[in-house]
């Protein structure tokens, strides 16, 4: 089957569902929770820089607010759809959930290929945005972030927006802001190092050191960039990371045996994660097809670009030497591998809890506003570890006890925590 007839919001149905069924759920809360509480489809005119205007088609769907305000990015995607940005506030309703933050699942979406526009097509199309859901969101209401090609200028755009239409100051109403304009530090590295400290703790208690390990990973953006930093400075050696190359329209492999320099690759790379092909080369990687990340001999797989990379036919070419697949991504495995990595005795390391980090430093973020007093470096990055670790001993320690797939695990906790809260609310 093709990645692209995967539906990422059948998954997600799917997933719930079957932990669900074992959890013997009650009718109203699955009716409740296997579907968006909220969905806003709305059109964005955008005056182009050739005087023409250009009509965008922008989502905000907001899954449940049971725990708190929804939560979750807004991405700017050509291939983006009303299912994958439904999946994806689902995934944020049980991310929040599993790291047990006081904050629900949304999320966000325009079809739209920001690589396409300019500077000032990209602010009035975050601007646009704004002027048509301000009404739904709110500190206290939907709180969007980043997410894929979305960066803390569109944030700071989308705030203005907001605080231009709404009047005064409502620095929570969006994160992943410039650090100085309402920002957190440690925003921009939290995802991909909450991502390694998952990994982290499960070696540790595999009693693998983690400097013996080697690792691919899928996509070099926000995530990617900083597990792979994080996991090197542990000690774990990066032989390969794929890329989009959208000059081309296709994703190369970029490898060396000897490990990647992630410093070296972060120079080379645009902002939207696209490695320089030329200048790659000319450091001594050696260029392989896109999907040859997944091909490599391996202890660890980190696929941290986008959902179904995994499928069955890809999956076939796993290396037997794999032991691990950490998702970083969201979604990045379809469910029908789910019972080929069992089979195969592969751990997997589930997204929405390896990549929960994003959002546990926003909550941050959000917080250190309210305060209007942010924290130094350490001090949001020791408070995102300690949720991290925490969170995964919860699911671990589950998954030991009850001899759990860790993403029934994850899932069994998240949904546990929501249908309580929709519970003590009395809406089921
Ligand atoms: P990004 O836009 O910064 O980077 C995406 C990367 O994927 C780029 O390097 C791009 O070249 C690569 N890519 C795209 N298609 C590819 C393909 N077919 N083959 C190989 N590489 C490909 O995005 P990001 O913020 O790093 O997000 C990556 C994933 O992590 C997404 O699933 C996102 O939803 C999820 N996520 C992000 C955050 C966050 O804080 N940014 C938080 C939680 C989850």
Redesign the pocket.
């Known amino acids: 089957m093709e ?1 692209n007839s995967y539906n990422p919001y059948e998954t997600a149905q799917l997933q719930f569902d079957n932990v669900a069924d074992k959890l013997d759920l009650d009718q109203a809360s699955r009716q409740l929770l296997r579907q968006p509480s909220r969905e806003y489809h709305f059109t964005i005119p955008v005056k182009m820089d050739d005087g023409s205007t250009k009509v965008f088609n922008g989502y905000r769907i907001q899954h449940n607010d049971a725990r708190g305000p929804a939560k979750g ?1 807004i ?1 700017f ?1 050509p291939q983006e759809s009303v299912d994958t940005i439904k999946a ?1 506030s689902m995934w944020m309703t049980w ?1 929040c959930a599993v790291v047990d933050i006081p904050l629900g699942g949304g999320k966000g979406g325009v079809i739209c290929d920001p690589r396409n526009l300019s500077l000032s097509e990209q602010e009035r199309l975050c601007r646009g945005y704004v002027r048509q859901i301000h009404n739904q969101l709110g500190p206290n209401i939907d709180v969007p ?7 803390s200028q569109h944030m700071l755009w989308m705030l203005d927006e907001y605080e231009t239409i709404v009047g005064g100051s409502y620095p929570g109403v969006i994160t ?1 802001k410039p650090v100085g304009m309402g920002g957190s530090l440690g ?2 590295e ?3 190092y909450g991502v390694i400290y998952v990994l982290r703790e499960f070696l540790r208690e595999k009693g693998i050191p983690i400097s013996s390990t080697t690792a691919s990973i ?8 900083y597990a792979a930093r994080m996991y090197t400075r542990l000690g774990g050696r990066v032989i390969a ?6 000059s081309e329209g ?4 970029f490898k060396k045996e000897t490990g990647c320099d992630i410093e070296e690759l972060a120079r080379i ?1 645009d902002s ?4 320089d092909k030329e200048k790659a080369l000319d450091l001594g990687y050696s260029l392989l097809p ?2 040859d ?1 997944i091909k490599q001999e391996v202890d660890i797989l980190i696929p ?4 179904n ?1 995994i499928t069955p036919a890809v999956f076939q070419n796993i290396s037997s030497k794999v032991k691990i697949i950490c998702e ?5 495995t379809t469910p029908d591998c789910d019972p080929l990595i069992q089979e195969r005795g592969i751990s997997l390391l589930p ?1 929405f809890l390896c ?5 546990t ?2 909550y941050f973020e959000q917080v250190q506003c309210n305060m209007n007093y942010f924290w130094d470096i350490e001090e949001v990055l020791n408070k995102l570890e300690h949720t991290m670790v925490k969170a995964f001993h919860g699911v671990f320690s589950l998954a030991t006890e009850k001899e759990l797939y860790m993403r029934d695990a994850a899932y069994t906790i998240a949904i546990k925590r929501v249908a309580e809260a929709v519970r003590l609310r009395g809406w089921a």
Not at 218 to 225: D, L, P, R, T
Not at 250 to 253: H, I, L, R
């Open positions: 990645q990015g991405r995607h994806l991310k972030a980043p997410d894929v090609m979305t960066n992943g925003r921009k939290a995802t991909g899928q996509g070099f953006g926000n995530v990617a960039e990371v794929s890329c989009w190359n959208s296709k994703a190369y492999t790379k939207f994660g696209s490695i896109g999907d990340w941290a670009a986008l959902e990379q970083a991504a969201n979604g990045p997204d990549n929960a980090g994003g959002v430093c926003s």
